[in-house]
């Protein structure tokens, strides 16, 4: 059991980060095998996601001391886009944290847009859970078949 929960928060952390990773099919297999309690294995999925997330956010912190570097990788102008459109769109983007390709970059923006840590922590957690919760739903009715 410790095993299988140590890999599945492993496979969680890196599926937030913008390293590809398959979280979701981890957490189905070890719920169709049983490998351990639905609540244990949804809570280590859910908190390993969230702080892969986390990491985005403090990386996102700390690259904006260096916009002004020629190998910064957005120019300024995208970064003034970006931030006009977090601006006026907010905190609750972090709800689609959760979503297959714009949810990793969502909250590198958070961090970049200085979004305090509070507010983004709680919101990501909830759509981390919320996602997971529907994938336990799917592969517990699947093996319920």
């Not at 959760?98 to 983004?120: H, K, N, Q, Y």
């Amino acid at each position: 059991m410790l095993l299988a929960c140590g890999g599945l928060f492993l496979t969680s952390f890196l599926a937030a980060t913008l390293l590809p990773a398959q979280s979701e099919l981890v957490l189905a297999g070890l719920l169709t095998k049983n490998a351990a309690p639905v609540w244990l294995l949804l809570t280590v999925a859910t908190l390993g996601n969230t702080a892969g997330s986390s990491l985005n956010w403090l990386l996102g912190r700390a690259v904006t001391r260096f916009r002004e570097r020629r190998w910064f990788p957005v120019s300024p102008a995208a970064l003034a886009r970006a931030e006009r459109w977090y601006r006026r769109y907010g905190r609750w983007t972090l709800l689609l944290s959760w979503a297959p390709v714009i949810g990793d970059p969502l909250t590198l923006a958070a961090g970049v847009m200085r979004e305090p840590f509070p507010s983004f922590f709680l919101i990501t957690l909830a759509a981390k859970l919320g996602r997971y919760l529907l994938v336990a739903a799917v592969a517990l009715a699947w093996t319920a078949r």
